[in-house]
């Protein structure tokens, strides 16, 4: 099967599942299938998941012991069933983040590098069959039918990737937008392409919203998709009323494509890949901690795995659009805000996104360690690790991102690291000017 046919056979496939199930019990019962059948692979394939199986009753997987990032990182080597080693793929990442060139592969592995939205980073691995089910379920998710069109897609993202690039035919025009290019340099291009798809960070949208003209900006059948960071309601109503146009939200992480936004507006896990278990931070039930299962991810698996956001639990009532998959309220890990600095060249603040300064953090500090930045000031950031870290790497990368984007370097000062509470927003990026330090 070429890889165009194998893509649309998953879309095909996953728009069918998205309604398959009538009713909640044969849905399970489905999954339970799929893990089982899952789980048997993968102890065949990875050392650690073998001993995983060896030391704990395959049937009774739900019970196992949670595992996250800091254990995948720690074993990586023998957790991924490629072979791929965390010092190759730890080079191959780091260096495509340098360079800005992603179209190295492992052996046909994708490698990528996560910036720690909620957490420490990660190194995320994908095989080319993973890549095609990647692509046929996010266009199924998304388009909604709309695959008959021809689509130009204008995705603005930190970093490309072959998984992106997987989606690009004859049919699905996929335009990269480096956000380390500053965004009015981006105009013409975004105009000349006239895109039906446009997939940003919310801060990114709200910031293309305010632009003379956004309403004409996207073509029908006029997609416009929120991605990498939380959606809140007061970004959501300006990015609408700039557009013009409803948005709808990928949520995307390390651990793969878990969530999309319906016809009807409501965020669905994709539970025909993932089991996702409800770990609860408060007594109410109010906010948990997903553990998921990807009954579908092999060359890295994701077992028990327990994810650094902070989900709102949705108890409203059974989505209309017909699917059973389970909904979200809302994701409180990633709320970040968006930086401002003096510019070198301009009078006008040149903004920094929060993924910049994300990216910055990760390239500067050792793996494992925790962060928050908070912004104190218009040329200040207050800086605070888990751990005793020296501060000239970090501002080493931030000197050179604020070079990149043309922005005056800020003054970094390190302050206490304090833990957030388990319920509470994590909030790695922050702006907290006081009344006093604005200009």
């Given at each position: ?16 599942r ?88 492992l ?66 025009q ?10 009015n340099?981006?105009?013409p ?35 416009l ?29 390390t651990e ?8 009807y ?114 040329s ?6 888990s751990?005793d ?48 330090s604005?200009?």
């Amino acid at each position: 099967m070429t890889e165009r046919l194998s893509i649309l056979w998953h879309y095909v496939q996953a728009r069918r599942r998205f309604t398959r199930w009538k009713n909640r019990a044969a849905l399970e019962t489905w999954q339970e299938q799929q893990v089982q059948r899952h789980l048997t692979t993968v102890a065949e394939r990875s050392p650690f998941f073998r001993q995983r199986v060896a030391e704990h009753d395959q049937s009774s997987w739900r019970e196992w012991p949670v595992l996250g990032k800091a254990e995948m990182m720690r074993h990586f080597d023998t957790w991924n069933t490629a072979g791929v080693t965390l010092e190759a793929a730890w080079a191959l990442a780091t260096a495509a983040e340098r360079t800005r060139d992603f179209s190295a592969t492992l052996s046909g592995i994708t490698v990528g590098l996560s910036s720690g939205t909620s957490g420490s980073r990660g190194i995320f691995l994908a095989s080319g069959g993973e890549r095609r089910l990647w692509a046929g379920t996010l266009l199924a998710r998304t388009l909604r039918g709309t695959l008959r069109h021809s689509h130009r897609a204008a995705l603005f993202l930190r970093a490309d990737s072959p998984l992106y690039q997987t989606v690009n035919s004859r049919r699905f025009q996929f335009a990269f937008f480096d956000l380390y290019q500053p965004l009015n340099e981006h105009g013409p291009r975004l105009q000349a392409l006239r895109p039906t798809v446009i997939a940003a960070p919310p801060s990114v949208l709200v910031h293309l919203a305010a632009q003379p003209g956004a309403a004409t900006l996207l073509a029908p059948p006029a997609i416009l998709l929120s991605v990498a960071d939380v959606l809140d309601a007061a970004d959501r109503e300006r990015i609408e009323q700039g557009f013009n146009h409803r948005v709808a939200q990928i949520y995307q992480a390390t651990e793969g494509f878990l969530a999309a936004t319906c016809p009807y507006g409501r965020l669905h896990w994709n539970e025909d890949s993932l089991v996702v278990q409800k770990e609860w931070l408060d007594p109410a039930h109010t906010r948990y901690a997903p553990v998921i299962t990807d009954f579908r991810r092999l060359t890295q698996p994701i077992v028990r795995y327990r994810l650094d956001d902070v989900i709102v639990a949705d108890n409203a009532p059974p989505c209309p659009c017909g699917s059973l998959f389970g909904t979200l309220g809302a994701i409180e890990g990633r709320c970040d805000e968006v930086l401002q600095l003096p510019g070198t060249e301009t009078a006008a603040p040149v903004l920094i996104f929060p993924d910049f300064v994300r990216r910055a953090l990760v390239l500067g500090l050792p793996a494992g360690v925790n962060y928050s930045v908070v912004q104190t000031a218009p040329s200040h950031w207050d800086v605070s690790f888990s751990a005793d870290c020296e501060l000239e790497p970090v501002r080493q990368e931030v000197t050179e991102l604020c070079r990149q984007l043309g922005a005056q370097a800020p003054a970094l000062r390190i302050v206490p690291w304090v833990p957030p509470a388990p319920s509470a927003k994590l909030r790695r990026v922050r702006r907290q000017l006081t009344e006093s330090s604005t200009p």
